[in-house]
């Protein structure tokens, strides 16, 4: 069974149902991760977390080095990578407190370093984005929530952001147009990063809040905490959903 990695997002600071729990410090050639890593054992399984934003929640979405968050992963021995990100609902069927797999996303992100493949090549390297989030891991995903009886979502478009501010009414309006079901922050670059190093990762948006003007004339950070909660709940029971699988079926 290969390390599974959980990082995570806005109201997933820790993870506290780990067993046999240390953390690790990663030195990379790109810096510093955002937070040293946490490794135990959840359903026997192996797992390392890490706190995107750090543990003490400092590092906003356009500041984080999310090279080094991905480097530090791999050299943890990292294979698969569950994203836990805090959006927002713009589809109806996406309200908060709900856990979304997104199937695809749309990057408006700029000024993030976007690749590995930049400096010293001995030819130009692309890689193939049609999919952005590994199937596999999304169908163990999804197989998990099933058996444990959660509700699937499982395609949606997640548009990223730039952040740290939230979006106008506006903004949501074209993302809608765009196709967008999620708004996040965080998505981008780290899911072509962790396809770069072929990682296998996928998102588990939790959404907080209706998306700029879908209900309300603003957004209460209130509500979000709450939300993210509620949401984290869930995410909590899924990831204990899928060690049970994977510890029973190894992948």
Not at 138 to 159: L, N, P, S
Not at 180 to 195: I, N
Request: net charge negative; with cysteine; proline share 5%.
């Amino acid at each position: 069974m290969s390390t599974l990695a959980i990082i995570g997002g806005t109201g997933l600071s820790k993870l506290v149902c780990l067993d046999d729990m240390h953390k690790r410090v990663i030195k990379t050639p790109y810096g510093e991760p955002s937070s040293p890593l946490t490794f135990g054992k959840l359903n026997g399984v192996d797992v390392v977390f890490m706190a995107r934003h750090g543990y003490g929640h400092t590092i906003p979405p356009h500041r984080i080095n999310y090279q080094a968050n991905m480097w530090a992963l791999k050299e943890a021995g990292a294979e698969d990578i569950i994203a836990v990100a805090a959006v927002g609902g713009i589809h109806q069927t996406m309200s908060p407190s709900s856990i979304i797999l997104p199937d695809q996303l749309i990057d408006y992100t700029w000024g993030r370093t976007q690749t590995f493949f930049e400096d010293d090549l001995a030819k130009v390297t692309h890689i193939d984005f049609t999919s952005p989030y590994s199937k596999p891991l999304r169908e163990r995903i999804k197989r998990a929530m099933k058996a444990d009886k959660m509700t699937v979502i499982d395609r949606a478009v997640y548009g990223c952001t730039q952040g740290p501010r939230l979006e106008t009414a506006a903004e949501i309006k074209k993302l809608e147009r765009d196709g967008c079901d999620l708004v996040g922050m965080t998505g981008m670059p780290e899911a072509a990063l962790a396809r770069e190093l072929e990682l296998n990762y996928a998102c588990c948006a939790v959404v907080v809040n209706w998306a700029a003007g879908i209900e309300g004339d603003e957004i209460s950070m209130n509500h979000i905490e709450a939300f993210a909660e509620q949401g984290m709940l869930k995410v909590d029971a899924m990831l204990k959903a899928l060690t049970r699988e994977s510890h029973i079926n190894p992948v």
